[in-house]
């Protein structure tokens, strides 16, 4: 990675469609990388919040136009009509990953 990934220490660990999720908001950049360096950094994320004790598929969030979220796949279904506020607002945990 060229640039410094911004991750969020606070990220949404939910249940729901009967799989756990860890939400994780990054900042817009995220969305530039290759795929490759996009699974690279949920890969990582995923041992580290393992490490911490959070289970769940990992999903990466960030703002796009007009307050709507782009993420990676797989996501939960709930995420295509959410807004960066309601990600904003379901933070629930606190994750400190190194990217």
């Not at 950049?29 to 393992?50: K, M, N, P, W």
């Amino acid at each position: 990675m060229t640039q410094e990934l911004r991750l969020s220490d606070q990220v949404c660990h939910i249940r729901t469609e009967g799989k756990d999720w860890l939400v994780v908001p990054v900042s817009g950049y995220f969305r530039d990388l290759t795929e490759t360096e996009q699974r690279a950094a949920v890969a990582r994320v995923g041992h580290q919040a393992s490490e911490a004790h959070l289970s769940g598929t990992v999903v990466f969030t960030w703002e796009q136009r007009l307050g709507r979220i782009g993420y990676t796949l797989p996501a939960p279904e709930y995420l295509a009509r959410e807004t960066w506020a309601d990600v904003q607002a379901s933070l629930n945990r606190r994750l400190t990953a190194i990217l």
